[in-house]
């Protein structure tokens, strides 16, 4: 499907790639992991053809159509959430849009016995064939399940996509992507955006994509609940692993530890024949034998081994004492506009020591309780207390904007930092991916990306007791929230989070607060735990719904019983019962053809999307023409349903009234 062949890409005087090869197959799973910087979003322009390497050449297969998302930048305007997303149905469109032209051509029609009716006629009968076997009239209940899904509400499908903020825009890109289903999914950061709810359904419906996927996330979870093999992209080149992300951890290892192992030696090998070399350099009857090992460790091919960077360890400085509660919080309700309230009625009291993360869908209020909690956002009733002593730092994207752009990055962490930590100041930036002479940059020069991470690690080398971190890992690669995990665990105040990285929070939290219809639920144990309790959840509400339909059926069968009270009415209805058996067997054998058909149809849709269907012409037209009667037979055996279900139902209704 998508082939790299000796790809080498330079930016300036650096390169990038070298001697990159690499193959993505129709069914692939497929994720890029690299530190940030190594080139994992390079690779997937390079697979769209938005950059072309400098050598070496990417190969696309003819048929193979390619949905794209990026990181950022997507801005989409001039139409509602329902129609954009519709508008990504491409083929269906068109045969939509030659249908309604048919149409209209034939309602301008004088004469409809003409030969050019019939064409028509004809033509339209083709189209809606098409149609139905692109799902089109499965079209309006898919882009609903798709947008619901991804965290949309039914009252969103008419705003216009101005309206939309740009988390909700990337929403949106991905709604049309997923309906559009292309051959091959590229997803850079795909789970940036998402609340832990949208997220697991988009992770399911990954689970289950009928073409390749390649992904691009530090989400581990996402990772190894998708794919089945791992590109590595280091020192310019690419290593395969044929697992998921655990199995590439395991293996990586292992052959890092072959390739120390090798460099060592290799080292080790290098040294004496320097010593050798420096010994006998002006040693005449050594001459050629200094040569020749000079010209041996010239042609010597170096191990190269990456930083260690998963070395970087932070310590927060100490916690400063504080008083049994944290923070309380009664009756709290945060209205913005003095109408319609994000949160109602909030209880919550916050023990030192606890480490709470906050989850919820998009727009559920857990980012607004975090700022009221932090003191950054003022409540509309309710009180709140801070504890004794309780000293707290509050990280969020826009604190990034607050820092001063004249200052270097070493500069803006040494004026936040003290005693002990001032002399681990660059180990610590490496862990937030600020490496070598990144350190020395301005802050007025760095992206939105760079601000955020040292935003977040200039508040972290501050005393504090009270941690509020939302979305603190958004432009963190694996190792860094390594790093950032690593602290926390040991960290001795009181951490509220809101992220939806599962991994990440069960590594840290030891309760749940959830976000929902303007309340808070508490749930006890970490993220895969609430999430399990949540499955239960679901599970007794669906039992019980089921319950209720069987009390409500059972019910209305007592209520039918008391019209045959009489002999006249048991006699009437024995009667009509004589009608409606036939009726019902006729119904019985329509639904039985009506499977059979199905199973063949599915069937038949599973042979023409086999990449080798059209290669044998007789087979096409066979198959094409027996697919095309079933959907005659399908039609007509749905209308003598409908016709034989409507005289049961007229039968059914004179035994009530009677």
């Known amino acids: 499907m998508i082939s790299l062949n000796n790809v080498l890409v330079r930016f300036g005087a650096d390169v990038l790639f070298k001697d990159v090869s690499f193959r993505v197959f129709g069914k692939d799973r497929v994720s890029f992991i690299g530190s940030n910087g190594s080139g994992k979003t390079t690779l997937l322009r390079l697979i769209t053809g938005e950059m072309h390497p400098d050598e070496g050449d990417v190969v696309i297969s003819k048929h193979t159509t390619i949905g794209y998302l990026p990181q ?217 034998a200094v040569q020749s090992r000079i010209k041996m460790l010239d042609k010597l091919d170096i191990v190269e081994l990456e930083d260690v960077e998963s070395s970087v360890r932070f310590n927060f400085p100490p916690a400063t004492h504080s008083g049994k509660i944290t923070i309380e919080i009664e009756s709290v309700s945060k209205s913005y506009d003095g109408l319609n309230y994000v949160l109602e009625g909030i209880d919550l009291t916050i023990s030192r020591g606890e480490k709470i993360a906050f989850l919820g869908v998009n727009g559920a209020g857990k980012s607004t309780l975090s700022r009221i909690i932090a003191g950054s956002e003022k409540i509309n009733i309710g009180k709140i207390k801070l504890g004794h002593l309780v000293d707290t730092k509050f990280y969020a994207q826009h604190q990034a904007e607050e820092l001063d752009g004249s200052k270097t990055v070493l500069e803006t962490m040494e004026g936040a930092s003290k005693g002990e930590l001032v002399k681990d100041l660059r180990t610590i930036l490496g862990g937030f991916l600020f490496r070598g002479d990144d350190v020395f940059k301005k802050v007025g020069v760095l992206s939105g990306g760079e601000k955020s991470r040292l935003a977040l690690a200039k508040m972290l080398i501050e005393p504090s007791n009270f941690l509020i971190l939302d979305e603190p890992t958004n432009h963190l690669d694996m190792l860094s929230k390594d790093v950032l995990m690593n602290a926390l665990q040991k960290y001795k105040g009181t951490v509220v989070i809101v992220s939806h990285d599962r991994q990440f929070l069960d590594g840290i939290i030891d309760k749940v607060i959830e976000f929902k219809d303007k309340k808070i639920k508490t749930y006890y144990g970490n993220c895969s735990e609430y999430l399990r309790e949540k499955e239960i959840e679901h599970g007794k509400h669906d039992a019980i719904k089921s319950e209720e339909m069987h009390t409500q059926g059972k019910k209305k069968s007592n209520d039918n019983s008391k019209f045959a009270s009489s002999y006249e009415q048991k006699q009437r209805k024995k009667e009509l019962n004589k009608l409606i058996a036939p009726i019902k067997k006729r119904i019985g054998d329509v639904e039985e053809e009506v499977k059979r058909l199905e199973q063949r149809k599915s069937e038949l849709e599973h042979i023409m999307a086999q990449k080798d269907f059209f290669k044998d012409a007789n087979k096409v037209i066979d198959v094409q023409n027996e697919y095309n009667d079933i959907l005659k037979k399908l039609t007509a055996s749905n209308s003598l349903w409908e016709i034989e279900t409507e005289k049961l139902n007229s039968i059914e209704n004179k035994l009530i009234s009677n």
Do not use: C
């Open 72 to 288: 950022e930048g997507i801005h989409l305007t001039g139409n509602t959430l329902y129609n954009e997303v519709y508008n990504a149905a491409g083929n269906i469109n068109e045969v939509q849009k030659e249908l309604h032209e048919i149409e209209k051509e034939m309602e301008e029609a004088n004469d409809t016995s003409s030969e050019e009716f019939m064409d028509l006629l004809e033509e339209y009968g083709e189209l809606q064939e098409k149609f139905q076997m692109l799902d089109g009239f499965k079209i309006k209940s898919k882009i609903e399940k798709i947008l619901i899904g991804l965290g949309f509400k039914e009252s969103d499908f008419e705003r216009f996509t101005d309206e939309f903020s740009g988390g909700w825009q990337m929403r949106i890109a991905l709604a049309k992507l997923l309906l559009d289903n292309p051959s091959i999914l590229l997803l850079d950061e795909p789970t940036n955006h998402l609340d832990i709810e949208s997220l697991i359904w988009v992770e399911n419906y990954l689970k289950n994509y009928h073409g390749a996927i390649v992904l691009v996330s530090h989400d581990k979870d996402f990772l190894n609940n998708i794919t089945k093999k791992t590109v590595e992209i280091s020192l310019g080149k690419v290593t395969e692993y044929t697992g998921n992300y655990s199995f590439y951890l395991n293996e990586s290892k292992q052959r890092k530890e072959l390739l120390e192992s090798r460099s060592k030696n290799q080292q080790k090998y290098i040294k004496e024949q320097e010593r050798f070399i420096d010994r006998f350099r002006y040693k005449s009857t050594k001459a050629k």
